[in-house]
């Protein structure tokens, strides 16, 4: 049974983009500015979700890179409704903002190529559009500065390509979240992303016919402690667990005071791996 604690996150998700409750719709972040860096040498990522920091209850986006790389970036409650919309093909009966202004750049000859979230100051992450505009052979392509938030909702109405400043990855805080990937339900706790198993991931990690969560992520720390990418994780503190919400309820619940035991099955054997229980209260706020 799933525990009171969680009924308003519960009550969030499906709804996430009508439900949030008031927000700044800056990008925050922790830490100091990201410098300058070579744009050739970006990340490619995508939109993955938009979903809750179960610390502060505050929306997020997440963007990935085949899980490899994870960014989750502070948006308000109106960005975060409108990605939200176009992931999930919500419509609409009426072109919203980010629609007006899609629909303004193709009736005005551009072509939306790429936004990027390229820098880090006062603990709020920057971002630009590359707007490329017919005014020859090959076009001009012009920057225009954006909140990454809006960036973003832009890019996944135009199909633009999402590229990131590496230091900005390398440099993300550790958040705890609960999100969505299409119909499946994603958790990131502990330094560890799982998410319900889809035939994408069976396919990808070759997870076997199991109840248990995958693995899509995990720290550097994480990993140290028995726990890495493509793992089924099929116990958490001796109970089983058969889908994400599970995870996040048995990590919680958790008894022990250091560490927490997870068992995982990989490559067809069954493994011991552990979780750092938390040390102190969560982080409040981006």
């Not at 929306?59 to 899980?67: E, F, G, K, T, V």
């Not at 994870?70 to 308000?76: N, Y």
């Not at 994603?186 to 998410?195: K, Q, S």
């Not at 995870?247 to 069954?270: C, D, K, Q, W």
């Amino acid at each position: 049974m799933r525990s009171p604690r969680l009924g308003p996150v519960l009550s969030v998700l499906p709804l996430l983009f009508w439900a949030l409750g008031p927000g700044s719709s800056a990008a925050w972040a922790q830490g100091a500015g990201a410098g300058s860096s070579n744009p050739s040498q970006f990340l490619e990522m995508s939109v993955a979700t938009v979903g809750v920091d179960l610390d502060s209850g505050a929306a997020l986006a997440l963007l990935h890179s085949d899980w490899d790389e994870l960014l989750p970036i502070w948006i308000g409650d109106v960005e975060a409704r409108a990605i939200a919309q176009e992931l999930q093909g919500v419509p609409m009966a009426r072109p919203m903002t980010h629609d007006l202004l899609a629909s303004v750049i193709r009736e005005m000859g551009g072509t939306l190529e790429e936004i990027q979230v390229h820098d880090l100051q006062e603990s709020t992450y920057l971002g630009r559009l590359l707007i490329r505009v017919d005014d020859g052979a090959e076009g001009t392509v012009r920057e225009v500065d954006s909140r990454p938030s809006d960036a973003l909702a832009l890019a996944v109405r135009m199909g633009a390509k999402v590229s990131v400043n590496p230091s900005l990855v390398s440099g993300a805080s550790d958040v705890n979240f609960l999100s969505a990937e299409g119909e499946h339900t994603v958790v990131r706790l502990r330094g560890v992303t799982v998410g319900d198993v889809s035939q994408e991931h069976r396919d990808r990690f070759s997870v076997p016919d199991r109840p248990g969560v995958v693995v899509l992520h995990a720290t550097e720390e994480v990993g140290s402690r028995g726990i890495q990418q493509g793992d089924l994780i099929v116990e958490v503190d001796g109970t089983e667990v058969n889908d994400a919400f599970e995870f996040l309820e048995e990590v919680g619940h958790a008894s022990t005071s250091t560490h927490i035991p997870i068992r995982v099955l990989r490559n067809g054997e069954e493994r011991e791996g552990e979780l750092l229980a938390p040390s102190g209260p969560g982080r409040v706020g981006p």
